[in-house]
């Protein structure tokens, strides 16, 4: 995982692309994305990503515990390096 220190900050053109992203898999427009939907997220963005591996990619961005990933959660997740889990 990259250090945030490190991390590059986004311009408001590149967080408006995440937030798309977000958006197309926050199929109920919750603002929320849920494990069903993380599930529709890895299938298309990791389709190698073991069924195992799935609750515990969850875990790892649901930093809050709460069941649900946020778009400030998603957009962490999304800098740190989505393709490295």
Request: charged fraction near 30%; hydrophobic fraction near 35%.
């Amino acid at each position: 995982m990259t250090d945030k220190a490190n991390t590059p900050k986004l311009d408001a053109e590149q967080i408006a692309e995440i937030r798309r992203e977000f958006d197309y898999f926050d199929k109920d427009n919750n603002g929320q994305i849920d494990m069903p939907e993380f599930i529709e997220l890895l299938t298309i963005l990791s389709p190698k990503t073991k069924a195992n591996h799935v609750q515990e990619g969850f875990n790892m961005v649901d930093k809050n515990g709460d069941g649900y990933i946020d778009f400030e959660e998603f957009l962490n997740w999304w800098q740190e390096g989505w393709w490295e889990y």
